[in-house]
């Protein structure tokens, strides 16, 4: 009986030992997903949110512009600040809509450029982050609220409070 015994243990152990090995060996070659990031529009999001900064976005405004689109925000997940940048590109008389393209840094992370199209005033943008296993997130409250579109050439953005960021995984 001792023997039956040992020989199930000794079976377990090197099954144990067999399965661990094979683990780590496929960790080696499999190398976790790369962060990424992205918007989600969310249509008629205004007067809907407290509201914390304001900003204006010019059409192809060059660098040295007085006026910074830029937000920076705690990220949820790290202990880092991020920052969204939204560039005011073309503003589309028939439709009434612009499209933008956004800088989203994340510190430590990656700098993600992107673009968004057929945004109307009132239109709000949610950026997508990286959690920790690099599974994106979105927030239940846009970030930043397009509040008007002038004639086209500057739109001003409402920026909403960090505080009301509810975190959750984006579909």
């Not at 840094?105 to 009132?122: D, G, N, Q, Y």
């Amino acid at each position: 009986m001792k023997r039956w015994m040992l020989f199930v243990l000794v079976g377990v152990v090197s099954m144990t030992v067999s399965l661990f090995a094979l683990h780590q060996y496929l960790a080696m070659f499999v190398a976790p997903p790369s962060p990424q990031s992205g918007l989600v529009l969310t249509p008629h999001s205004a007067f809907k949110y407290s509201l914390c900064t304001e900003a204006y976005a010019f059409a192809h405004a060059s660098p040295d512009n007085p006026y910074k689109t830029d937000f920076t925000f705690r990220d949820p997940f790290r202990k880092d600040d991020d920052t969204m940048i939204p560039h005011l590109l073309d503003y589309d008389p028939t439709t009434q809509t612009v499209n933008f393209s956004v800088d989203i840094i994340i510190e430590r992370v990656a700098t993600f450029h992107t673009s968004i199209s057929l945004v109307h005033e009132l239109d709000g943008l949610s950026v997508l982050l990286p959690d920790l296993h690099n599974h994106l997130q979105v927030s239940t409250v846009p970030q930043v609220i397009v509040s008007s579109l002038g004639t086209g050439s500057i739109a001003v953005l409402d920026y909403t409070c960090p505080n009301q960021w509810v975190w959750k995984p984006s579909h």
